[in-house]
């Protein structure tokens, strides 16, 4: 069982900044690959950006190709996005998933964080 708890949302300007950390629980954190993925009222969830174990893979969405970033520190059981660039469009809910191997789709998944709200104002 892994437990998953996002932070570091809020509301952000656009062209700004924001980095989500997702922290996990349990000692096999470097055993999972993980996701992003972000969420808006009545749409699916959608994937945002993978990483691998090791984090020597990593995979993004195409709109946020060049802005975001994702990391990992297995030492620390945390799981990183660093959103540059900010549009108003990546208004939404944004989840960390952790799964078998880089969590690139949501039925990949095997477990869920509970969100962190990303807002950007004009």
């Known amino acids: 069982q892994v437990q998953l708890v996002e932070s570091g949302g809020g509301l952000v300007q656009a062209g700004g900044s924001l980095r989500l950390s997702c922290a996990a629980s349990?000692?096999?954190?470097?055993?999972?690959?993980m996701g992003w993925f972000r969420q808006a009222p009545g749409k699916e969830r959608e994937f945002v950006a993978a990483?691998?174990?090791?984090?020597?893979?990593?995979y993004y969405e195409d709109s946020v190709k060049g802005r975001f970033t994702i990391s990992r520190d297995n030492a620390k059981n945390t799981v990183y996005l660093q959103m540059n660039s900010l549009k108003l469009e990546d208004t939404d809910v944004y989840y960390c998933?952790?799964?078998?191997?880089?969590?690139?789709?949501?039925?990949?998944?095997?477990?869920w964080g509970q969100g962190t709200q990303v807002t950007v104002s004009s």
């Open positions: 349990g000692r096999t954190f470097s055993r999972y690959g």
């Open positions: 998933a952790a799964g078998a191997s880089p969590v690139v789709a949501a039925l990949r998944a095997d477990y």
């Open positions: 990483i691998s174990r090791s984090g020597g893979s990593t």
